[in-house]
């Protein structure tokens, strides 16, 4: 979990547009993160385990 201070400081307007960081909208977490589907890939997994996702199946070969 992030801390609610890096949370919040990551919700204000940055000073220039490269200060912006990426983070997971469900937990907060700013490493892992993937664009597509705005999470983390810890919350990806869960929610593409439970088949909350669209488009997403469990790869097996």
């Known amino acids: ?3 609610k201070a ?3 400081k990551n919700n204000r307007e940055p000073k220039y547009t490269t200060q912006k960081r990426n983070r997971c909208l469900l937990c907060g977490r700013p490493r892992g993160f ?3 589907f705005q999470t983390c890939r810890m919350c990806f997994r869960k929610l ?9 199946k469990k790869a097996s070969w």
């Open 6 to 8: 890096l949370i919040e």
């Open 1 to 3: 979990m992030a801390r």
């Open 34 to 36: 993937m664009r597509y």
């Open 48 to 56: 593409a385990s439970g088949g909350t996702l669209p488009g997403v």
